[in-house]
Nanobody, 125 residues
Framework: EVQLQASGGGLVQAGGSLTLSCAFS????????IGWFRQAPGKEREGVACISTSDGSVIYGDSAKGRFTISKDNAKEIVYLQLNSLKPEDTAVYYC??????????????????WGKGTLVTVSS
């Protein structure tokens, strides 16, 4: 059974940082891409970043470029999302997901087959 669990969310002031972690089980590290998505109240789920667990290639959504960094730890089989220079508009539930999207559509939530429960990030002004 494929399982993913995002953690590391919390309350932070604007300009602060958080590191989110995505731990998963039930599939071989390297077989799937891992994506981070977020959903704010009343808004659609949007892609933040994704990483290939096989070759480490990454893609970032527009909201993440220059502020967020996705990375992986092969030994621990964990994918991280480092959030820097946080803004109140970054407030959302952040989810990690596993899938095999084509590169050009890597930020498309529907292309990810497995989802974990999200972790809430709240950025105060």
């Amino acid at each position: 059974e494929v399982q993913l669990q995002a953690s590391g969310g919390g309350l932070v002031q604007a300009g602060g940082s958080l590191t989110l972690s995505c731990a998963f089980s039930g599939f071989t590290f390297g077989d799937y891409g891992i994506g981070w998505f977020r959903q704010a109240p009343g808004k659609e789920r949007e892609g933040v970043a994704c990483i290939s667990t096989s070759d480490g290639s990454v893609i970032y959504g527009d909201s993440a470029k220059g502020r967020f960094t996705i990375s992986k730890d092969n030994a621990k089989e964990i994918v991280y999302l480092q959030l820097n220079s946080l803004k109140p508009e970054d407030t959302a539930v952040y989810y990690c997901a596993a899938g095999r999207p084509i590169i050009s559509a890597a930020m498309t939530p529907s292309l990810y087959a497995y989802w974990g429960k999200g972790t809430l990030v709240t950025v105060s002004s």
